[in-house]
């Protein structure tokens, strides 16, 4: 964005500003660069105990890393070339019980979720402080009970105790309309579904299935995109939601 043309809506220049005056989106223009790198990793195990008994773990930790650089920035300070990371872990263990004819299954769950992130950011006078840092440990539990009442007609209900933490692009932002929040508290929800399906017989010639799904989502703290200066956004922590709805399909 360091042209200082402005064009029609045939790409020809009819106007030249003065050498000073460059860019659109940002009064000076922009000409910035920003680099992610991320790394992600997920492990899982799982223990047969018995025919109708099982124990999963599963571990996923997330690691990113962003700097950048603002080519015409000349009086402030640069906060895309400052180093900020953030490192995301979510572990869970679960544990599986049925019955012998596999009518029923019901799997009980943990989780815990942890983030720390380091970063910088600028004061009113423009000033870099020493490095920051935000860490966040939490945990959560739900359970899935399955009952299959016919060869047909199946029973599914659940309830978790969930977080979302964070995602980079909500900490750090993009780097130009959508403006850095390293301080976002991570989403805290109570979900419920019932589910009922119905499917056509084992053995028969054309298959088919129907399923009806109700929810109850209730979100605390919940992450959205709030309009901050001009074309400037952020995300930030909002008041509580409730979602309820359901869902058919076939």
């Known amino acids: 964005d360091t042209s200082r043309c402005r064009f029609n809506w045939f790409g020809e220049c009819f106007f030249r500003l003065p050498n000073r005056q460059i860019g659109e989106a940002i009064t000076g223009g922009t000409d910035r660069v920003v680099e992610d790198e991320d790394l992600f990793v997920r492990a899982s195990a799982e223990w047969q105990l018995n025919p109708n008994n099982k124990i999963r773990v599963t571990t996923a930790p997330t690691y990113n890393w962003r700097t950048g650089d603002d080519a015409l920035l000349v009086q402030s300070v640069d906060i895309l070339n ?92 993009d780097g130009l309309e959508i403006t850095a929040n390293p301080l976002l508290l991570p989403e805290r929800s109570h979900n419920a579904n019932l589910e009922l399906s119905l499917n056509s017989k084992p053995r028969a010639d054309n298959s088919w299935s129907v399923k009806a799904n109700g929810f109850l989502r209730i979100t605390q703290d919940l992450i959205t995109l709030v309009p901050t200066f001009g074309f400037l956004n952020s995300y930030f922590n909002v008041f509580d939601a409730t979602s309820i709805g359901a869902e058919l399909s076939g």
């Not at 400052?82 to 019980?97: A, M």
């Not at 029973?155 to 969930?162: H, L, P, V």
């Open 82 to 173: 400052t180093e900020s990371s953030l490192d995301s872990w979510v572990s869970g263990i679960e544990y599986q019980i049925g019955d012998s004819d596999k009518r029923l299954e019901n799997r009980l769950f943990f989780k815990h979720y942890s983030q720390s992130g380091t970063f910088q950011l600028p004061d009113r006078f423009n000033r870099l402080p020493d490095e920051d840092r935000s860490d966040i440990s939490l945990f959560g539990y739900g359970n899935v009970a399955r009952f299959r009442w016919t060869e047909r007609f199946t029973i599914k209900a659940s309830y978790e105790y969930a977080t979302r933490l964070p995602r980079r692009d909500e900490v750090f932002g």
